[in-house]
């Protein structure tokens, strides 16, 4: 076979692959701590039928797609010489072919959903050139066919009338992939069909279009997480296989809009959309990661290097006391139960990714977030700002699913939410969640109590500002302050409005937030909440100054929080304190609230949160 006379002296030397670079050494050490908490779980028993397969400590099964980690496995072997994580590879990607099914395709158990064939045939593909020097002709042999019947099925059903387009995206890398190793007109002619396609399907910010709901037979609606995480770079790597010089510029131009949603601390802030009941701040919970892309990227961006590097200090910080890397970092205050063993590997093929396919020195460079900076985005309806220490997200994008509250993707927050508050010096205080968790997918979601949502809001009742799906909004700068207007009325999850509307801004100076809230009351005697969930991290402490006032506090910097005006006092929920907790992202809060009873004769009421920062003693 021509690829393996070409590879073999160099398979057969250990490591194979040696440098040092900051981001290298980075991703190379939590590679290996990724591999190094999934290991433990496979099962080495050899009268066992699942010998080599991973079993999810979190759903007590083994996934097909926990297979995946065997192109983890493979990569930590060529990049250390580690022959332990070679046999585990083999032995894993030997489980997974026996898992496979008649057409070629495999289910994601415990479900039946097909697409992620996509998922595991790249890792097989990705390994395989990796591992063949350590197969048996009969191993080779099943390999390659098992490749082949899964490139088979894919041609086959592989369109965004099928799937989500993130599957869209990473079959086009697959395919290209595979037809290095199995060259076929077909994979090659499929994976230039399914990239144009995306190209086409970018908004005129350069968005991705189809991660939500169908509509006749195409899917609409953009996820900045799924896009970082997953879609970009699978279309980027088709690009730099097959020479694309048209998909390979979309994809930096789409990329680069992207960027502004990574965070200072290297958080990916998908808070926004569509997906963003999968949101965990480093990434989504079951999408792979941004590290393929940022090293797909860095070479002629600097500032994707610099993303990369600060993301994996984010993940960093979500491990659990299982050892697996956690949806968020409270993971451990809020369930007693190791979390599922998805991101472990999903993160650990991210990592691999970027390792064995970025440049072999890389540089970093300043991330648009680092300084004063305001980007709209017009076709999201959503605004990224920074001045001052105040790092946030505001969003009102209006994307509705034909199904309503029956779909997962409508109970993101909008209506000009505030989705996500960083603070320099002190971290995140505010961030959002589902506005309704309900287990959208049994697998990923795990059981929880009928928790209140993280999202800062307006609220009476069950109608909320948050399914404003038609609020308008509009983002003003000045050399001074950047402010963030939305309007409209208070809706329940059908979409009814409740006789109350609202106008809203975020007002962030260099020194302070000023959030300002018009309540218009319609009706004659309904009482308005304003709730302001504080998030509790680390070894936060909050103290109350006065009625009006409340003090923040974590080490090195702590935030005040002052009600202006005359309405009435903060008011600490403690009733409802317990429920305000998520498991997507995995974070608590503890909820503060201003009751906004109806003024006559006009029925209108302004009220005024201000966040100030000053600095810990």
């Not at 190793?181 to 005129?204: S, T």
């Not at 965070?263 to 949101?279: C, E, F, H, Q, V």
């Not at 304003?530 to 009006?548: A, C, F, K, Q």
Request: glycine letters at 8%.
């Amino acid at each position: 076979m021509k690829i393996r006379r070409l590879l073999l002296p160099l398979l057969l030397a250990a490591p194979l692959f040696t440098r040092a670079d900051a981001l290298h050494d980075r991703a190379l050490a939590m590679l290996q701590r990724l591999n190094a908490a999934a290991a433990p779980h496979l099962c080495t028993d050899p009268a066992d039928p699942d010998r080599g397969a991973l079993r999810c400590p979190g759903c007590g099964l083994y996934h097909t797609r926990a297979a995946e980690a065997l192109f983890p496995f493979a990569a930590e072997y060529a990049l250390t010489g580690d022959r332990t994580r070679l046999r585990q590879a083999v032995e894993l990607g030997d489980w997974l072919l026996q898992q496979q099914r008649d057409e070629g395709e495999w289910i994601e158990t415990p479900e039946t959903w097909t697409g992620t064939t996509t998922d595991q045939l790249l890792m097989l593909a990705l390994a395989y050139p990796l591992v063949e020097p350590a197969l048996t002709a009969a191993q080779r042999t099943r390999w390659m066919q098992g490749m082949e019947r899964a490139a088979d099925y894919l041609v086959r059903v592989m369109d965004n009338r099928f799937a989500s387009i993130n599957y869209c995206a990473t079959t086009a890398a697959t395919l290209a992939e595979v037809h290095r190793l199995l060259p076929k007109a077909a994979y090659a002619e499929k994976a230039r069909k399914l990239a144009r396609m995306i190209v086409a399907k970018m908004n005129a910010e350069w968005f991705i279009e189809g991660e939500g709901g169908r509509e006749g037979a195409y899917k609409y609606g953009v996820d900045i997480g799924y896009n970082l995480e997953m879609s970009l770079w699978g279309v980027g790597r088709y690009a730099q296989i097959t020479g694309d010089t048209l998909v390979a510029e979309a994809v930096r131009r789409s990329a680069e809009q992207h960027l502004w949603f990574i965070y200072p601390d290297g958080m990916l802030d998908a808070s926004a959309g569509i997906r963003s009941n999968k949101w965990t701040l480093w990434g989504s919970g079951t999408s792979d990661g941004c590290h393929p892309l940022c090293a797909l990227l860095c070479d002629r961006n600097p500032a994707f290097a610099e993303a990369a590097l600060r993301n994996i200090g984010c993940l960093e910080r979500s491990f659990t006391a299982s050892g697996l890397l956690g949806p968020g970092p409270d993971y451990d205050r809020i369930k007693q139960t190791p979390p599922c063993i998805y991101p472990t590997f999903t993160k650990a093929k991210s990592l691999a990714m970027l390792l064995l396919w970025s440049p072999s020195e890389t540089t970093a460079a300043a991330l648009p977030t680092d300084c004063d900076t305001c980007r709209r985005f017009r076709t999201l309806g959503t605004t990224v700002v920074r001045r001052g220490p105040f790092c946030g997200t505001v969003s009102a994008y209006g994307y509705k699913a034909r199904e309503g509250a029956a779909s997962k993707y409508m109970h993101r927050p909008a209506g000009g939410a505030l989705t996500a508050l960083w603070i320099e010096g002190f971290g995140l205080l505010q961030a959002s969640s589902q506005t309704e968790y309900r287990r959208w997918e049994p697998m990923s979601f795990p059981q929880m109590p009928d928790v209140r949502p993280l999202t800062p809001r307006i609220e009476c009742g069950a109608h909320t500002d948050l399914y404003e799906y038609d609020a308008w909004s509009e983002t003003t700068e000045t050399p001074d302050a950047v402010q963030c207007a939305a309007g409209g009325l208070l809706r329940d999850r059908d979409g009814r409005p409740c006789g109350i509307g609202y106008v809203r801004s975020h007002r962030f100076e260099r020194t302070r937030l000023v959030k300002e809230y018009d309540i218009l009351h319609h009706t004659s005697d309904d009482t308005v909440r304003i709730v302001e969930p504080l998030l509790l991290l680390g070894d936060t402490r909050i103290e109350r100054l006065d009625e009006r006032s409340l003090r923040i506090v974590r080490p090195g910097r702590s935030v005040v929080m002052h009600l202006a005006g005359d309405a009435a006092a903060l008011r600490i929920d403690s009733l409802a304190a317990p429920l305000h907790q998520s498991i997507y992202p995995a974070l608590i809060a503890l909820p503060i609230v201003v009751e906004v009873p109806v003024r006559e004769p006009l029925r209108r009421q302004r009220v005024t949160v201000t966040f100030e920062t000053d600095t810990e003693s």
